[in-house]
Structure formats: C-alpha cells, structure tokens
C-alpha cells in the first residue's frame, strides 16, 4: 500500500504536458482506500469507421487499376478490329472489282467473317459501357468517403484524418486522369471549341525516328491534313532533311505505314519552289511553306499547281530562336488557316488567311518578340506561344484570342523530348501537338479548361478511322 501512495503522490507532483489536466489532485480518505478524479472525453474516435474507409480506398485503388488495364485492351481491339475491318473492306473491293473469279464459298466466307467483326464490335461496344458504368460508381464511392473524411476532420484527430485524406487525394486524381483518357478515347470533344484554353500538355509520345530512319536527318516536319479530303483522313505527311531546305515530301496511309516507312505516294518541289524551314501546314490536300523567295506559298497536290504571294509589313530580319529559318509559321485550327511573322519591330503579328483566294484578311500585333519564341500554334482561334524554360521544358507562356484581340501571359509547361526542335503543329481533327525533335516524330496531347460537356457521342467506327 505505500509503495501505490507513493506513486500517486509522484503522479499527482509531476506535471505531464497535454495530459495533466485530465486528472484531479490525489487525496486519501477514510482507512485505508484511496482515489482520485480522471476526466474521459464523451466521444471517442470512431476507429473502426476509418478502418473501413482505408479498406474500402484498398478495394477502390484496385478496381481502378483493373478498369485501367481494360482502357488499354479496349485501345488495343480498336486497333485490331480496325485492321480486320481495312482487311475485310479491302477483299470485298477485290470481289466487287472481279466478281467472276469468285464461287459462292468465298462469298460465304466473307458473309461470316463480317458477322464475326460485328459480333466483336458489339462485344466491345458492351464492355466500354460497362467500363464507364463501373467508373461513375467509383467516382460516387470516392465522393461519399470524402464526405465522411470531412466530418471527421471537424469532430476527432485531425492529423491522422489529414493523413488518410491526402491518400484520398492522390486516388482521385488517378481516378481523374482514368476517367480523362477513357473519354479522350471513346468520347472526344473533337472539334468543340466550347473551353477556356489549354490546362495541360501530356508526356511527349515517341512515335519514331523519322520516317527515312536517318538520325542524320534532324530538320523536318511531321502531321496530318487538318482538312482532309475524302479517302485522306488516315493519311500522314512528313518531311525529313539533314539541312533547313524542304525539297520533297512524303505520303502514308495512315499510321501503322509511317512508323514501317511505307509510303504510297512522294512529291519533288519544282525548282526554285524548294521549301525553306519547317512549320509547313497541310490543308485541303494543300502544302502551305515558306520557301527561298520571302514570302507565302502554297501547293494544290490536287492540281499539281503552285501559288505565291508576298506580305507586306513582315521583316525577313527576324526568326523563331529554335531556327534562322522560320520568318513564316503556317497554323491551322478549328477556325481556319493563319500565319504567323515578324513586324519590322520584331514583334510577331498573326494574320487569318483566306483559303480560297490565298490573301491576308485580317493582321493582329502582339506584344511577343518572335526571337524570344521558340515555336507557336493555333488552337480556337487563339494563338500560343511556347519557349524554351530549361533543359528538359518548353512553357506555352503567351496567348491571343484573335476574336477578342486580347493578349495574357500564362505558363503551361510541358517535356520537350530531346534539345532542339524545328516544328510544332497542332491539329484539331485529334487535338493533338506534332513536333519533330532532332529527326523523333513526337506527339502530345492537349487538355482544356472544360466549359461544357460534349453533347453527342461519336459513334466508335469514327474513333477507328482517327486512330489509324
């Protein structure tokens, strides 16, 4: 009994800090018993509610992963189903082409291999469906244990609940960014300029060494026909060079051959209609360049016909940094085809074309020296500009709203690949930047500030043609 004295005389002494106001000073009563006062809060942390909420973010995080990998089987079937259908299509031109050499087995066969594709493509229009219902209930079981989160964070331990959140956190962004790509995928706002400007560029996507497999050729350029005319809308242009003059180009079917360097189809420019520089633009089956004489051209492969036309108030004196070669950039967007230069002052105008009889209709100032650019694009009518931040980073730093004519600074970073590229592009059929980066074909996605949703749902034989 004295040595229990003792230590609650010690207890009752010795001050511990946070703690010592729970309990009341010790005092001995009658005989031999001895007591004293402790306060309890009235609630205790609802620990096994936090269990299961980390439980429950376990099972969450995996079928998230889960739902991922089908995102990237479903992009792979596209592919796949699009070879069958290119395929199909093609063996039944041949029938059609020379129906005699034919019996009614093959006709058959060709019968049931259609049934087999549209039993795929029915399967697969079911399991991306299913794969979106399933990510709006997570999204929903996400929301709700945040909420819970929330009311713990104002009622018990706040440390050990902010810990837990910001695990929260970092599930929802991957979530975020599923549910991103499962819509850029299956359901793109193509061609909506319904969005305040560019939030994020992605992580650059090596596509190849040029199509002329030559590390040697580091000058070039690389895209598609941001208009394309019928039985065109696969197809891939590029050019590559070891110097700045642009003296041929080359066609490709689509994807799959630009990465095999199969090409079906070539041009050699004219004499004395070399190209010079890089930010070409294909429009409308058109080439517009920049070329030795200063000033704009253009070439109709349609009607194997050239056109020039010179601009006044531009200054042949002036470049973008990346090249000494690029008084002209060409951009096209959803709205039309512009060009972009140098005024006398050095400052860079932007200039809306006129596609049909290749004239300047409208020229805007901006305030950007074009040698502090490295390279600018179009995208919605607004023009931005990009320069280089460090050794591995470009910044979008600039843009201009060209139907409001107002400028802003802004700052939109994003990987560059290697040290120096000569072209960048955007392209509004895919939404999409193409550079060529010391000979690498590189591309990356954009994405906007959404200000509305997209309304109709493109049907998946769309999304089979633009992947090509």
Same mark, same amino acid.
Not at 169 to 193: A, M, T, W
Not at 329 to 335: K, L
């Given at each position: 009994?004295?040595?229990?004295?003792?230590?609650?005389?010690?207890?009752?002494?010795?001050?511990?800090?946070?703690?010592?106001?729970?309990?009341?000073?010790?005092?001995?009563?009658?005989?031999?018993?001895?007591?004293?006062?402790?306060?309890?809060?009235?609630?205790?942390?609802?620990?096994?509610?936090?269990?299961?909420?980390?439980?429950?973010?376990?099972?969450?995080?995996?079928?998230?992963?889960?739902?991922?990998?089908?995102?990237?089987?479903?992009?792979?079937?596209?592919?796949?189903?699009?070879?069958?259908?290119?395929?199909?299509?093609?063996?039944?031109?041949?029938?059609?082409?020379?129906?005699?050499?034919?019996?009614?087995?093959?006709?058959?066969?060709?019968?049931?291999?259609?049934?087999?594709?549209?039993?795929?493509?029915?399967?697969?229009?079911?399991?991306?469906?299913?794969?979106?219902?399933?990510?709006?209930?997570?999204?929903?079981?996400?929301?709700?244990?945040?909420?819970?989160?929330?009311?713990?964070?104002?009622?018990?331990?706040?440390?050990?609940?902010?810990?837990?959140?910001?695990?929260?956190?970092?599930?929802?962004?991957?979530?975020?960014?599923?549910?991103?790509?499962?819509?850029?995928?299956?359901?793109?706002?193509?061609?909506?300029?319904?969005?305040?400007?560019?939030?994020?560029?992605?992580?650059?996507?090596?596509?190849?060494?040029?199509?002329?497999?030559?590390?040697?050729?580091?000058?070039?350029?690389?895209?598609?026909?941001?208009?394309?005319?019928?039985?065109?809308?696969?197809?891939?242009?590029? /050019?590559? &060079? #070891?110097? %700045?003059?642009?003296?041929?180009?080359? +066609? !490709?079917?689509?994807?799959?051959?630009?990465?095999?360097?199969?090409?079906?189809?070539?041009?050699?420019?004219?004499?004395?209609?070399?190209?010079?520089?890089?930010?070409?633009?294909?429009?409308?089956?058109?080439?517009?360049?920049?070329?030795?004489?200063?000033?704009?051209?253009?070439?109709?492969?349609?009607?194997?016909?050239?056109?020039?036309?010179?601009?006044?108030?531009?200054?042949?004196?002036?470049?973008?940094?990346?090249?000494?070669?690029?008084?002209?950039?060409?951009?096209?967007?959803?709205?039309?085809?512009?060009?972009?230069?140098?005024?006398?002052?050095?400052?860079?105008?932007?200039?809306?074309?006129?596609?049909?009889?290749?004239?300047?209709?409208?020229?805007?100032?901006?305030?950007?020296?074009?040698?502090?650019?490295?390279?600018?694009?179009?995208?919605?009518?607004?023009?931005? /500009?990009? &320069? #280089?931040? %460090?050794?591995?980073?470009?910044?979008? +730093? !600039?843009?201009?709203?060209?139907?409001?004519?107002?400028?802003?600074?802004?700052?939109?970073?994003?990987?560059?690949?290697?040290?120096?590229?000569?072209?960048?592009?955007?392209?509004?059929?895919?939404?999409?930047?193409?550079?060529?980066?010391?000979?690498?074909?590189?591309?990356?996605?954009?994405?906007?500030?959404?200000?509305?949703?997209?309304?109709?749902?493109?049907?998946?034989?769309?999304?089979?043609?633009?992947?090509?």
């Amino acid at each position: 009994m004295f040595t229990s004295l003792c230590l609650l005389a010690l207890l009752g002494s010795t001050p511990v800090s946070g703690r010592s106001s729970l309990w009341s000073d010790w005092r001995n009563q009658t005989g031999d018993d001895c007591t004293c006062d402790a306060f309890l809060p009235s609630a205790t942390f609802p620990m096994k509610d936090l269990v299961a909420i980390e439980q429950k973010a376990d099972e969450l995080s995996l079928q998230l992963e889960i739902e991922g990998g089908k995102v990237d089987e479903y992009e792979t079937k596209v592919v796949s189903y699009a070879e069958k259908i290119k395929k199909l299509t093609e063996r039944i031109e041949e029938m059609e082409e020379s129906p005699h050499g034919y019996d009614g087995g093959d006709f058959e066969d060709v019968r049931v291999e259609i049934k087999q594709v549209e039993a795929l493509v029915e399967e697969l229009q079911l399991s991306i469906k299913t794969t979106g219902t399933r990510l709006e209930s997570i999204r929903a079981q996400v929301t709700a244990m945040v909420q819970t989160l929330t009311r713990l964070e104002k009622t018990f331990d706040k440390n050990l609940v902010l810990q837990t959140r910001r695990e929260f956190v970092k599930l929802q962004v991957e979530l975020e960014e599923c549910e991103n790509r499962y819509q850029e995928i299956f359901n793109p706002n193509i061609g909506s300029c319904a969005h305040s400007g560019i939030s994020r560029v992605s992580k650059p996507v090596i596509s190849h060494i040029n199509a002329l497999i030559s590390s040697a050729s580091t000058y070039g350029a690389w895209g598609k026909d941001s208009k394309p005319i019928p039985d065109r809308e696969t197809m891939y242009w590029h /050019t590559a &060079r #070891t110097n %700045d003059d642009m003296t041929q180009i080359r +066609f !490709y079917t689509d994807y799959k051959n630009l990465i095999t360097s199969k090409h079906f189809s070539s041009h050699n420019f004219a004499s004395g209609w070399e190209g010079l520089g890089n930010n070409a633009v294909l429009r409308d089956n058109t080439l517009y360049y920049h070329r030795h004489t200063f000033g704009l051209t253009k070439f109709n492969f349609s009607s194997q016909t050239y056109d020039f036309r010179a601009v006044t108030g531009a200054s042949p004196k002036f470049s973008y940094t990346s090249s000494p070669y690029q008084q002209f950039d060409f951009a096209a967007d959803e709205t039309g085809l512009y060009v972009a230069y140098a005024a006398d002052s050095g400052h860079m105008a932007i200039a809306k074309i006129n596609e049909a009889s290749f004239g300047i209709e409208e020229v805007i100032q901006t305030s950007v020296f074009m040698p502090a650019v490295t390279n600018a694009f179009m995208v919605c009518g607004v023009l931005y /500009t990009v &320069r #280089t931040v %460090d050794t591995h980073n470009e910044e979008i +730093f !600039y843009k201009l709203d060209t139907r409001t004519k107002q400028g802003s600074y802004m700052s939109v970073l994003f990987e560059r690949f290697l040290d120096r590229y000569t072209h960048l592009d955007y392209n509004p059929r895919d939404q999409k930047l193409y550079m060529f980066n010391q000979g690498y074909m590189v591309q990356y996605h954009l994405w906007f500030n959404q200000t509305t949703q997209a309304t109709v749902e493109p049907p998946l034989e769309d999304f089979v043609t633009e992947s090509l």
